[in-house]
């Protein structure tokens, strides 16, 4: 008897170190909604879980914004689109806001995909359209100008040829070019986990993707007015690659896009608008002034949702960041901007690990949750020998 007792208690405790080892994907999520028998209790899961509230305090604002259609540049600032929309043909009209995702995913054209992404959040806004479930496409369609090289080929300012304020936009047109796509993927590609993540999430990255959609129309503006447009420089395909990665996982998806590649935004924006200013060209300092401003939000956005992902996996937010990081190979690099990260929701214990509050995380794959869980085990083990 005394052996099968203690049989049964290293069953108990593989069973933990498996599910320590098991990566974050989505099939992990759904399985923990009706989690092991040793976390069904309310007061053990209370007493183990520290949640995560830190949440962007203009959020709900931002939710119940009015369409903007303030597309373009005027003299003061933001101003409705003067420009007519370019020419094209819908084969059909798309019935749902994946199918316009999927769209907007197949548009080469940057101004077309541009123009395509705000028609998309109008129509599901003005429409009510439903989510619906649609197929992302392996990769985004691009254009053939710019050129994608690698990182370390893309050429420096002097190369360019372009003036430092061109160049920089130019580099901030390509980033917001991508973060359309990114986003967009983001709803078409966990579109089959409506019932899971809920409308709320597909609502807030649709919104998203028309913000960086205004931004890319900004920067393509402005560089036009400098004498130049996108395309003239070539750029990399890193923030596309980050993206591909995660395919599979929505939490790594929110952890490496919004919180890594789109805080990198709120920590560059001042040093580039400083910078731009410093060039004497204080109309594109204010549009990149603007953008940095509105990257707070989809920030924040990606804070929200990836700690309502970790509520559901039953997962401490600041562990589940790290452990992703580490198994993604992703490292956030400084200079920080910490009251601008702070203002988005992001613990800086979670990206800067000097600030840590003690205890240190679990180097393994265990969580801290799991960890506990094995330690009491160990007490039982010890108990019945």
């Known amino acids: 008897m005394m052996s099968g007792l203690r049989t049964k208690q290293k069953s108990r405790v593989d069973d933990i170190v498996e599910f320590g080892k098991t990566k974050l994907h989505t099939c992990t999520m759904l399985s923990l909604c009706n989690p092991p028998p040793y976390l069904r209790s309310r007061s053990t899961r209370a007493t183990l879980i520290r949640r995560c509230r830190s949440y962007w305090t203009g959020l709900n604002v931002w939710r119940k914004n009015p369409i903007n259609d303030n597309r373009s540049w005027g003299q003061t600032g933001p101003s409705p689109s003067l420009s007519p929309s370019p020419p094209f043909d819908l084969p059909s009209t798309p019935s749902s806001l994946a199918e316009w995702g999927a769209l907007v995913l197949s548009t080469p054209d940057p101004v077309l995909k541009s123009h395509l992404s705000h028609m998309a959040f109008t129509s599901f806004i003005s429409d009510s359209l439903p989510i619906g479930i649609a197929s992302a496409p392996l990769r985004p369609a691009r254009p053939s100008k710019p050129p994608l090289v690698e ?139 603007k953008i940095a401003d509105e990257e707070v939000a989809h920030v924040g956005v990606g804070v929200y949702w990836f700690v309502q992902v970790c509520e559901k996996m039953n997962w401490t937010p600041r562990t589940a960041f790290r452990t992703i990081l580490q198994e993604f190979g992703v490292e956030p690099k400084g200079p920080f901007n910490h009251a601008g990260r702070s203002l988005a929701g992001i613990p800086r214990d979670w990206y800067d690990p000097p600030h840590s509050s003690p205890p240190p995380p679990p180097q393994s794959f265990l969580s801290e949750v799991e960890y506990m869980l094995a330690s009491i085990i160990s007490l039982e083990k010890a108990n019945i020998e």
């Open 151 to 289: 990182v370390r080929e893309v050429p420096t300012q002097k190369e360019s040829g372009l003036p430092l304020n061109a160049y920089m936009l130019h580099s901030l047109a390509h980033i917001e070019l991508n973060a359309i796509d990114l986003a967009w993927d983001t709803v078409v590609r966990f579109s089959d986990l409506r019932s899971v993540l809920g409308d709320g999430f597909f609502a807030d990255f649709a919104r998203v993707a028309d913000d960086e959609s205004r931004h890319f129309g900004w920067c393509s503006q402005r560089l036009e007015e400098l004498g130049f447009q996108y395309g003239d420089v070539a750029s990399h395909d890193f923030l596309w690659k980050e993206c591909a990665r995660t395919s599979s996982d929505v939490a790594p998806r929110l952890a490496i896009v919004p919180l890594v590649q789109e805080a990198r935004g709120i920590d560059a924006g001042p040093r580039l608008v400083k910078k731009i200013s410093g060039f004497g060209d204080n109309r594109t300092a204010k549009i990149v002034s």
